[in-house]
């Protein structure tokens, strides 16, 4: 069964840290782009960073410097390290899988709460 799975979320004081996790379960991610979105209330849905199966990287302007988006191919895992988060990144965040061999295929995680609050 193929499946993303996503972890680490929880609640964080404004300049804490956090790291989320992408899990893949029942295929491997090698060969996927990987990228991090987050969806605040009443929000659309929006890019926070991806890493290419090579991995390079890239991040949404209001995240450079403080997120850092890796992943480990031996684990089939991938991260966002959030450092200095604001109250801004409060969201849900989900992991998204793209086939580098047939961009029409990706998947999705269920999606893991973030909440930066004092």
């Known amino acids: 069964q193929v499946q993303l799975v996503e972890s680490g979320g929880g609640s964080v004081q404004p300049g804490g840290s956090l790291r989320l996790s992408c899990a893949g379960s029942g295929f491997t991610l090698d060969n996927y782009a990987i990228g991090w979105f987050r969806q605040a209330p009443g929000k659309e849905r929006e890019l926070v960073a991806t890493i290419t199966s090579g991995g390079s990287t890239s991040y949404e302007d209001s995240v450079k410097g403080r997120f850092t988006i890796s992943r480990d191919h031996a684990k089939n895992m991938v991260y966002l390290q959030m450092n200095s988060v604001k109250p801004e990144d409060t969201a849900v965040y989900y992991c998204?899988?793209?086939?580098?061999?047939?961009?029409?295929?990706?998947?999705w995680g269920q999606g893991t709460q973030v909440t930066v609050s004092s």
């Open positions: 998204n899988a793209k086939d580098i061999r047939d961009y029409a295929t990706d998947y």
